[in-house]
């Protein structure tokens, strides 16, 4: 899944290292959405964007599980 990272503008409360904006696209088809926070990826707690994407890109293509932070509530998601 692709996501990328939200950007934060003056007068904006910085977004969690882990937050991802959802586009159209395979981030949407995964089930992400603009906010969610990713906290594992196939069990592995991942803290910052740069241990997310290690954890995703070298599997592309294959099936994965995260787990993100949605509304104060963990919620898993199969991506591919």
Do not use: K
């Amino acid at each position: 899944a692709q996501a990328r990272r939200r950007g934060g503008g003056e007068g904006r409360q910085a977004p969690h290292p882990n937050a991802v904006e959802a586009s159209r696209g395979a981030a949407e088809r995964a089930g992400l959405v603009p906010g969610d926070v990713v906290t594992r990826v196939d069990g592995a707690p991942v803290a910052t964007w740069r241990e997310l994407v290690a954890a995703v890109q070298p599997r592309a293509g294959e099936s994965l599980e995260i787990v993100v932070e949605r509304d104060g509530a963990e919620r898993a998601l199969d991506i591919v």
